[in-house]
């Protein structure tokens, strides 16, 4: 069971280019999130979704856009990379349930801008 | 306006002694909270978590202790081992009023650091 999935693990990029982080998770989970870890900080929430085709935006959101087109997969789109967008990403996800559950994170992407 | 904070950013313990990580929250509203292990290139680990209608869950060498007048809970880990040394970070959510989504806010993290 390989749970959360992201790729690629490691990416530099220009500023001003554009690319997108992919996340999938093969637990069928409804929700799915995107997070980002600056150095010394805890992570922040930027976009999460409750399920296909519907995303909102949490902490963090500008600079960043995501879609949610199956239960799988969530990717988070960086469209004019930015030094302040240089960070670890790390996408999670948890089922459905009446009571709270945990998020099960992947390994993140590490992301550098120069 | 951070609502979740870990004063200590590292912490050295002896093995086989108790450690115990602190964490304080200022949001009223936070009623689920929870602490994750993470280790250098990966992703966090859900560890364990508490209900604000409880005031301790315990996981085997885990307990974690929440005191809702202080705002205030803790991790304690005994006795602590080797592999125990990563950084731990606490997280808190509301849960919302509509089954949705957990919007956690993540502490900064602590380092612990567990010495033979």
């Known amino acids: 069971n390989a749970g959360v999935t992201q790729t690629p693990k490691f990416r530099i990029l220009k500023i001003g280019q554009s690319m997108t982080l992919q996340c999938a998770q093969d637990?069928?989970?409804?929700?799915m999130y995107w997070y980002r870890q600056d150095p010394g900080m805890g992570l922040k929430l930027i976009y999460y979704s409750v399920g296909a085709g519907i995303t909102d935006k949490g902490e963090v959101p500008n600079g960043y856009n995501v879609s949610r087109s199956t239960t799988e997969d969530f990717p988070l789109r960086l469209e004019l990379a930015a030094p302040s967008q240089t960070s670890v990403y790390f996408c999670a996800s948890s089922p459905y349930r009446a009571q709270n559950q945990p998020q099960h994170f992947g390994d993140g992407t590490r992301l550098s801008i120069l | 306006d951070q609502q979740v904070k870990q004063n200590s950013p590292s912490l050295s313990v002896q093995e086989g002694r108790i450690s115990i990580l602190n964490c304080d929250y200022t949001n009223s509203m936070f009623d689920y909270f929870l602490w994750y292990k993470k280790y250098p290139a990966e992703g966090p680990t859900f560890l364990i978590s508490i209900s604000s209608i409880k005031d301790k869950n315990e996981d085997g060498r885990f307990t974690v202790f929440l005191n809702k007048s202080a705002k205030h809970l803790s991790l304690h880990i005994v006795p602590s081992q080797p592999g125990d040394s990563a950084v731990y970070f606490c997280a808190a959510s509301a849960t919302p009023l509509i089954q949705g989504a957990q919007k956690l806010v993540f502490g900064q993290g602590t380092r612990l650091t567990i010495n033979p």
């Open positions: 637990m069928n989970h409804n929700y």
